[in-house]
């Protein structure tokens, strides 16, 4: 049984001489140069409890792809690609993890221009199909990719990044309207062959709507555990370009989102490999 992530991760900061530029989305962030891929041993230190562990938890015949989606705004997408992406970086020596900004606002590419470590890293996803991007990212030497999409139903980043990924995730919001919108994405996920989970975020503590979102999310069947409550440390880190993993690592939201990371981790580890993405079409893989 794996060991949850210690509360006394730590990521090691990255520290560029001079200022680091801004990556303006849609553009190849500078770290993704030719040098860059040689130094694909510059990475976060191990934490004391993935000591043991190996170097990654996942087979390296292809990159595994998570795809946070929902047709709704505001329910926290770019936060939680943030957090799980800065879990699974802290999680294993040698485990690299990149993130794309799918949605046209930016917002993922904003908090990593605010970081000052590289790691996650952005990446570009503008250049050209998705697909292809996913080849270069395994040749990059990546493990594990995160994909940031816009909200919306139906449309063309959806169905490709859908389709590409080894699992999708729901975020949702406790609100009736938040819950009422996740049944698109998972229609869609169905309809490309993919599983999914759906997630409750910014969940009010022991309140009543939050109770009453996890049973209907459960007779849904596909809540993924533990919900991430509304705690003002999350946006706070945010905000500094850091998640609350490393601004508040012994807090209650850090563990939250520790042991989110660890089910999506358990989750996807045990999904077989899909082949080489070859169409970015949104149908049934036979």
């Not at 993704?32 to 993935?50: D, F, K, L, T, Y």
């Not at 020596?93 to 000052?116: H, K, M, Y």
């Not at 990719?145 to 699992?167: R, V």
Request: with cysteine; glycine share 8%.
């Amino acid at each position: 049984m794996e060991e949850p992530l210690s509360p006394q991760c730590r990521m090691t900061a990255h520290i560029r001489s001079g200022p680091r530029p801004r990556h303006t989305q849609g553009q190849t962030p500078p770290h993704r140069s030719a040098r860059s891929r040689e130094q694909v041993n510059v990475g976060p230190r191990v934490c004391p409890s993935a000591r043991g562990q190996h170097a990654h938890p996942f087979r390296r015949t292809s990159v595994k792809t998570i795809a946070l989606a929902a047709a709704k705004g505001g329910v926290g997408k770019t936060t939680l690609a943030a957090a799980l992406a800065t879990a699974a970086t802290m999680s294993c020596r040698g485990f690299r993890v990149c993130i794309a900004d799918l949605d046209p606002q930016g917002s993922l590419t904003e908090w990593w221009n605010d970081r000052e470590s590289t790691h996650p890293q952005l990446v570009s996803s503008a250049d050209r199909p998705l697909a292809q991007e996913l080849r270069a990212w395994r040749a990059d030497g990546f493990h594990l990719a995160i994909l940031d999409c816009p909200p919306g139903y139906a449309n063309a980043i959806h169905k490709e990044a859908i389709a590409l990924s080894n699992l999708v995730l729901v975020p949702t919001g406790p609100g009736p309207l938040d819950l009422h919108a996740v049944a698109s994405t998972a229609q869609m996920a169905e309809g490309a062959g993919k599983p999914f989970r759906y997630v409750l975020n910014r969940a009010v503590c022991r309140s009543r709507i939050a109770g009453r979102a996890v049973e209907e999310l459960r007779s849904r069947g596909g809540l993924l555990w533990p919900p991430v409550h509304n705690r003002v440390q999350i946006s706070a880190a945010m905000a500094a370009g850091l998640t609350v993993l490393e601004t508040k690592p012994d807090s209650v939201a850090a563990k939250e989102l520790s042991d989110l990371w660890q089910a999506v981790r358990r989750l996807i580890d045990g999904i077989p490999e899909q082949p080489r993405a070859r169409s970015t079409g949104g149908g049934r893989r036979s």
